[in-house]
């Protein structure tokens, strides 16, 4: 569409890296061994690679038909990296209106939505921006403050649960600021207006 040359990787496997090839991944396999475009399948990897992969990617698509929680989507959105995703209920409370969204069975629209990120670099950068201030409707404290609206919790003893021990990877409280990896990515057309 755009004549810019692009290389598509699939990330994970439906096995959660515990072995073997479901049907999906055959079917996908074979659906694109037929095109010109270069597609690498990589195996379900650990959190830190996952990172490394989205902070390295121009775009992220999710045309998955069931989604509840869809964490691929609000990881992409917390690296500020543009979403193009599927038009079901899970992906549209997630992404609001910071992602681009299509129906997961129309590849000319997700095509056509992903060749709108790669051609104008101030979309790109306003989708950029949105997805990233999205993801902090999702963060960790954020999650706690609207628990803690529920009624039932009004006059819960916190101090009767033990806390739990923080993850090693949670370096802090969420940052307002757009992270390091994706702060060459947050404005590619600079801030000067022309």
Same mark, same amino acid.
């Given at each position: ?146 628990? +803690? #609206?529920? !009624? &039932?919790? =009004? @006059?819960? $003893?916190? /101090?009767? *649960? %033990?806390?739990? +021990? #923080?993850? !090693? &990877?949670? =370096? @802090?409280? $969420?940052? /307002?600021? *757009? %992270?390091?990896? +994706? #702060? ?8 000067? /207006?022309?």
């Amino acid at each position: 569409m755009t004549g810019i040359p692009v290389r598509v990787q699939v990330v994970g496997d439906s096995w959660y890296g515990l072995g073997g090839q479901s049907p999906y991944e055959g079917w996908l396999r074979d659906q694109c061994s037929t095109i010109d475009t270069p597609v690498d399948f990589i195996p379900f990897v650990d959190r830190v690679a996952v990172a490394k992969i989205l902070a390295s990617s121009s775009a992220a698509c999710l045309p998955s038909t069931t989604e509840t929680l869809p964490t691929a989507v609000l990881e992409a959105m917390a690296s500020a990296l543009p979403v193009v995703c599927s038009d079901i209920p899970g992906m549209l409370e997630a992404g609001g209106g910071a992602v681009i969204v299509c129906p997961a069975d129309d590849i000319e629209a997700l095509a056509a939505a992903l060749a709108s990120l790669a051609e104008d670099a101030r979309v790109w950068a306003d989708r950029s921006r949105a997805v990233w201030e999205r993801s902090a409707l999702f963060s960790w404290d954020e999650a706690s403050r609207a628990i +803690a #609206r529920f !009624p &039932s919790w =009004r @006059g819960f $003893r916190s /101090s009767a *649960v %033990p806390k739990p +021990a #923080r993850c !090693p &990877s949670q =370096r @802090g409280p $969420r940052a /307002s600021a *757009v %992270p390091e990896q +994706a #702060r060459h990515r947050a404005d590619p057309v600079g801030t000067t /207006s022309s």
